[in-house]
């Protein structure tokens, strides 16, 4: 079954024959709000449940179950975030549109092929709704999901950020590497000073690691001790010569 399945299964089964006879009808209300083709059909019969400003609590939420029984629909969290609820009225999407607002949601209305359809996709709105309909096991498992999403999304951008930042130090490494092997090749190599020497000579040594590394290799050296700004300002300072030769 699909994840909104499983939910209104839920709510079903929740249901308590203690219930009080506002909240049924307010539940059969929210129903009806999304199959009547105009909002004036509901007038008289369930005329207290029109002004919002005077919902009790308990009828809020039995109305918003009544909408999701009616044709609400929770996208499957492991692929999307998304909660919808398709009216054949505009008006009465734009009165669901109006309480949950009240709520502190945000929910949108769009037109879908003569459908009007309210919608939000923030995944702690969606998991507010699910607690506010009372589908607890619902609430765990989505977020369950949620959790785990957001764990492997911080594990990708961690891998892609130090993805990015070795091909940086690789890319940086070769030109460095290039400019060396250039000043030697046109016999400017054993001109320049001990310290350019010096650094030149790390890089060679330790061809792909980061200027950090290279100068925690020097942190016991007093007399050549530098620091990865001054390793990247002699390297910069050896491709600018390089850069030079005609």
Same mark, same amino acid.
């Given at each position: 079954?699909?994840?909104?399945?499983?939910?209104?299964?839920?709510?079903?089964?929740?249901?308590?024959?203690?219930?009080?006879?506002?909240?049924?009808?307010?539940?059969?209300?929210?129903?009806?709000?999304?199959?009547?083709?105009?909002?004036?059909?509901?007038?008289?019969?369930?005329?207290?449940?029109?002004?919002?400003?005077?919902?009790?609590?308990?009828? =809020?939420?039995? /109305?918003? #179950?009544?909408?999701?029984? @009616?044709?609400?629909?929770?996208?499957?969290?492991? *692929?999307? &975030?998304?909660?919808?609820?398709?009216?054949?009225?505009?008006?009465?999407?734009?009165?669901?549109?109006?309480?949950?607002?009240?709520?502190?949601?945000?929910?949108?209305?769009?037109?879908?092929?003569?459908?009007?359809?309210?919608?939000?996709?923030?995944?702690?709105?969606?998991?507010?709704?699910?607690?506010?309909?009372?589908?607890?096991?619902?609430?765990?498992?989505?977020?369950?999901?949620?959790?785990?999403?957001?764990?492997?999304?911080?594990?990708?951008?961690?891998?892609?950020?130090?993805?990015?930042?070795?091909?940086?130090?690789?890319?940086?490494?070769?030109?460095? =590497?290039?400019? /060396?092997? #250039?000043?030697?090749?046109? @016999?400017?190599?054993?001109?320049?000073?001990?310290? *350019?020497? &010096?650094?030149?000579?790390?890089?060679?040594?330790?061809?792909?690691?980061?200027?950090?590394?290279?100068?925690?290799?020097?942190?016991?050296?007093?007399?050549?001790?530098?620091?990865?700004?001054?390793?990247?300002?002699?390297?910069?300072?050896?491709?600018?010569?390089?850069?030079?030769?005609?």
């Amino acid at each position: 079954m699909s994840f909104s399945s499983d939910v209104k299964d839920e709510i079903l089964k929740n249901f308590s024959g203690n219930q009080k006879t506002c909240c049924i009808k307010a539940e059969k209300f929210g129903e009806y709000l999304t199959s009547v083709p105009l909002k004036n059909i509901l007038g008289n019969e369930f005329k207290e449940y029109l002004d919002i400003s005077k919902l009790k609590e308990c009828c =809020i939420k039995s /109305i918003l #179950k009544g909408v999701f029984l @009616g044709s609400g629909c929770i996208v499957d969290p492991m *692929l999307d &975030y998304h909660f919808e609820v398709i009216f054949k009225n505009k008006a009465c999407g734009e009165y669901i549109l109006n309480l949950l607002s009240v709520l502190d949601f945000t929910p949108k209305m769009i037109k879908r092929k003569k459908q009007n359809v309210v919608y939000f996709k923030e995944s702690e709105q969606i998991s507010l709704f699910l607690s506010i309909l009372g589908a607890n096991n619902a609430v765990l498992k989505f977020e369950q999901i949620r959790v785990e999403k957001e764990v492997k999304n911080s594990i990708n951008r961690t891998t892609n950020c130090e993805t990015a930042n070795l091909s940086k130090t690789i890319n940086s490494a070769v030109k460095q =590497i290039e400019a /060396i092997k #250039k000043l030697k090749e046109h @016999g400017k190599f054993a001109s320049l000073n001990d310290k *350019l020497k &010096y650094t030149a000579n790390l890089r060679l040594k330790y061809p792909t690691e980061s200027l950090d590394y290279i100068a925690s290799k020097t942190a016991k050296d007093e007399k050549n001790k530098i620091s990865k700004s001054g390793l990247k300002h002699r390297l910069d300072k050896l491709i600018q010569l390089a850069a030079e030769i005609k």
